[in-house]
């Protein structure tokens, strides 16, 4: 085997080929900084947020008024993953493989696919958990997959409504499903998989659903069960709740609220996610934004939603991701440890540059699969939860 990685490459992108297009998801549907991907990891960088702004009559005067100043948000995003997957053979290893055995490359090429997998996955994962942890509202029936019913696509349309009442843009809005979402899209949405009716045989022919009612459909592994909090019998404690309000008072009841949890209050229909800190006794949650619908007074019931499979819909705008290879100690000027060769190899689905290392050791050879990357939801008004 050579002692640098040229003569890998056709095998390294097999095993790429292999994996990537499978498992993703929510990594292609979510806006990159490249700006953010070259800080640090640990490092904090400031991502700006422009407020909501209110309209003002119109009154001839000598000079316009004196207004117009706002004061922008801001939101921190970390590169707070530094992953590696190592594989590694010695001489005899390989010599056996290669004497009547499959041969050594053939092995290799799964072993990088699983290391792109393993990697691929757990972005997947860490992008759909902030998402949920960061949304405005939910909607969708706990432990009923969505898209259940045939002809039926109300869970489209209020999806589109939470968002359009959050002022999300029209364009280039994504849905992240679970597999049993898609299973029902694909087995029961016969308007889908009837070219006739779809005007595409997409479906039909090769299982690709790619825009429904004006979403971009994605398929992730990294949709995961969410187990509700144990709160109960809790109610809003002292105060004024108005239209808009983010923060909640929990008084009398018992057990944890959790990020991700979603909650119902006495008499209204909308269901808000949790963000921020859990609590685990009487004390404040906080909603996400842009908070309450409706107005609320103390001593209004609030109940935990039960435990479900959080689907997303969101705006693309909302969600950053930003993915580097791991950053290198300098010596004399120049990024540099003991690897003996080291190239990138770019995912074309994705985007995501996958680092590779050699290290020679004694009478044996490591390879390196290396990625950095963090992930921040900087508008949490243009991202909802669908149910499961």
Do not use: C
């Not at 590169?79 to 390989?94: L, M, T, Y």
């Not at 909607?139 to 209020?158: H, L, Q, R």
């Not at 269901?271 to 685990?280: L, N």
């Not at 939801?377 to 499961?388: E, R, T, Y």
Request: charged share 15%; proline share 6%; net charge negative.
């Amino acid at each position: 085997m050579a002692n640098t990685l040229t003569g890998l490459i056709p095998t390294i992108y097999e095993g790429l080929d292999q994996v990537s297009r499978e498992m993703i998801g929510i990594i292609p549907a979510v806006n990159r900084d490249s700006q953010v991907s070259r800080a640090a990891k640990g490092q904090q960088v400031t991502s700006f947020i422009t407020p909501a702004v209110t309209a003002s009559d119109i009154v001839p005067a000598v000079t316009p008024p004196n207004d117009g100043d706002q004061t922008l948000g801001s939101l921190q995003l970390t590169i707070d993953n530094a992953k590696r997957v190592p594989i590694r053979w010695n001489g005899e290893e390989q010599l056996g493989l290669n004497t009547g055995g499959p041969g050594v490359n053939r092995v290799l090429a799964d072993q990088f696919a699983q290391g792109f997998r393993t990697l691929a996955n757990a972005i997947e994962v860490d992008v759909v958990t902030k998402a949920v942890r960061a949304a405005s509202r939910a909607y969708g029936t706990p432990g009923t997959a969505p898209f259940g019913t045939a002809g039926d696509f109300t869970d489209f349309s209020n999806m589109h409504m939470i968002l359009d009442n959050n002022g999300a843009p029209m364009i280039d809005r994504q849905m992240i499903l679970g597999s049993a979402a898609i299973n029902n899209l694909r087995g029961k949405q016969s308007v889908l998989f009837k070219a006739n009716e779809a005007g595409t045989d997409q479906l039909l022919r090769d299982g690709i659903i790619a825009r429904v009612e004006g979403f971009d459909i994605h398929n992730s592994a990294g949709v995961k069960p969410i187990v509700k909090g144990t709160g109960a019998s809790y109610v809003l404690g002292a105060g004024s709740y108005p239209v808009g309000t983010t923060w909640l008072a929990l008084a009398t009841g018992t057990g944890t609220v959790n990020p991700g949890d979603v909650i119902t209050l006495a008499g209204d229909a909308n269901k808000y996610v949790v963000v921020g800190t859990d609590i685990s006794a009487p004390g404040t949650i906080t909603i996400g934004s842009p908070g309450l619908r409706q107005a609320h007074a103390a001593g209004d019931a609030v109940t935990l939603s039960n435990s479900y499979t959080p689907n997303l819909a969101f705006s693309r705008s909302s969600i950053v991701l930003a993915t580097r290879a791991p950053a290198l100690p300098v010596v004399n000027g120049v990024p540099q440890d003991s690897a003996l060769d080291r190239i990138t190899v770019v995912d074309p689905v994705s985007g995501i540059a996958f680092e590779i290392s050699t290290y020679m050791q004694y009478r044996q050879v490591q390879y390196e699969i290396a990625l950095a990357w963090g992930a921040a939801v900087v508008k949490p008004d243009f991202v909802a939860v669908l149910q499961g």
